[in-house]
């Protein structure tokens, strides 16, 4: 099997070195260049399968800048065909997401490395996203979003992805998005599905016991403990998928004690020691968490700590997808209230696609149910559903239907919806081999590489 060929771009030896040791110990091909003349050189010989780029690296009249290395290597391939991962020892993180977005990065980490288990991770990662993109395999039996429109499509793909790739995931998205059924369909996608699935709804956590709720407490650890202690919420979800629901309602010091945790994945129950755990943790919002992040009600660092996000789309946005979600609902509330509904009349598709849908798919389930708790007859009439349809603030309105809301408009740019679907996994922080980064004598690697077999495999 042809090795995997890794192009390394950065003018400083220690970091190069460091690089070379990793990945050339893990099997991997690895090119070196320090300028974008030697990057052409090397990327005409070989296409290179990810690249590590020091985005600052500055350039002069000879060179150009990490950036615009960046630039023609994006000019040359799309963020599917060749992964970029961007590196600095200097740039705000904020910065650096920037640069996803604008420049078509895939993702980004610090220098100096300090987590080459993550690193390593990283490259596995990305070369096994190739590997998804092309086979598509999504097992329909595990799917439970309803809808065939492309918006609908990506969605289903961008979950199944990350699922793969157990991913820590930001889901964004209106109330009544389905930003839940976005978090069940991630677990049961993934390779969890028969482990647990906890879902911690956050605006009900009680503050004075955050603690002992989402971590445990061991016996008789305070007043009025119980003598046998208690498992956390988090622990009960030990090997599975941990769902916190409404992330944005978090109060700042819980954000900094869960933010720890995603980091380290280590829990400390009052009274007793610490545990690792081996957890997935999805969080969801509606709220804005830019907005939230600059009036300081929301941690900065906590916000870059999800790099990846799934935004689940408001309906204005897929309106194509109502005739199979009007039929899904019926099908469900005939289960539920034992009726025989076959369908909707074509006149109430008609208008249900012609509406902005404010409170969105579960705006148009409530409409559904009550109207077939309405209905006479075997099809579901205009009658049946326009009060509802009219209280909860649907409108019949031609001209609602061309309006065309920011998610829409942005998901028509491939850098856009990329950007949704890139994905950098939790590293673990673990600090070790310093020395690798600062030692440049040939005579010391051989040494090097031992060490680095020894702690990397420990930490396994």
Not at 261 to 267: A, L, P, S, V
Request: glycine share 6%.
């Amino acid at each position: 099997m042809m090795k995997k060929n890794i192009l390394v771009v950065d003018d400083q030896r220690t970091v190069v070195d460091s690089y070379r040791a990793v990945f050339e110990y893990e099997g991997y091909q690895v090119q070196i260049a320090d300028s974008e003349e030697q990057v052409r050189e090397k990327v005409k010989k070989q296409k290179p399968d990810i690249v590590f780029l020091d985005i600052d690296l500055k350039g002069d009249q000879k060179d150009k800048s990490g950036i615009d290395i960046l630039s023609y290597l994006r000019q040359q391939w799309s963020k599917e065909e060749l992964p970029i991962i961007i590196a600095s020892g200097t740039g705000d993180p904020s910065m650096l997401v920037d640069l996803m977005a604008t420049k078509g990065a895939n993702d980004y980490i610090m220098q100096p490395i300090d987590d080459y288990k993550g690193l390593l991770n990283m490259v596995k990662r990305y070369i096994e996203r190739r590997k998804i993109s092309r086979e598509e395999l999504i097992p329909e039996k595990h799917i439970n979003i309803i809808g065939k429109s492309p918006l609908t499509m990506y969605l289903t793909k961008s979950i199944f992805q990350a699922a793969q790739w157990e991913c820590d995931t930001l889901i964004l998205g209106e109330t009544g998005t389905g930003k839940n059924l976005v978090a069940e369909t991630f677990h049961k996608l993934s390779k969890r599905r028969d482990k647990p699935f906890y879902v911690i709804h956050c605006p009900s956590i009680p503050k004075e016991l955050a603690s002992t709720e989402l971590f445990g407490y061991e016996g008789k650890s305070f007043t009025n403990a119980s003598p046998h202690g208690k498992k956390g919420k988090i622990e009960a979800a030990n090997g599975g998928v941990v769902f916190f629901n409404e992330i944005g309602d978090l109060s700042l010091e819980h954000q900094a004690v869960l933010l720890d945790f995603i980091e380290t994945k280590n829990i400390d129950p009052v009274g007793g020691t610490k545990k690792k755990l081996d957890v997935i943790v999805l969080a969801a919002t509606n709220k804005d968490l830019k907005a939230m992040v600059s009036r300081g009600t929301f941690r900065k660092d906590f916000y870059y700590r999800y790099s990846n996000i799934i935004t689940s789309p408001p309906l204005r946005d897929h309106l194509e997808d109502i005739p199979e979600l009007v039929n899904h609902f019926i099908k469900i509330t005939n289960k539920k209230l034992g009726k025989n509904i076959a369908g909707a009349a074509p006149d109430v598709i008609e208008r249900f696609q012609h509406d902005y849908w404010d409170g969105n798919v579960r705006h148009l389930s409530n409409v559904i149910e009550n109207g077939i708790k309405k209905c006479q007859g075997d099809t579901i009439e205009w009658n049946d559903v326009k009060k509802d349809f009219e209280e909860k603030g649907g409108r019949y309105d031609n001209a609602s239907a061309s309006k065309v809301s920011k998610y829409e408009q942005d998901i028509k740019y491939p850098e856009f919806k990329q950007l949704l679907d890139r994905t950098k996994e939790d590293m673990e922080r673990e600090y070790y081999l310093y020395h690798l980064k600062k030692i440049n004598s040939i005579y010391f690697k051989p040494l090097l590489q031992l060490e680095l077999r020894i702690l990397f495999y420990m930490k396994k």
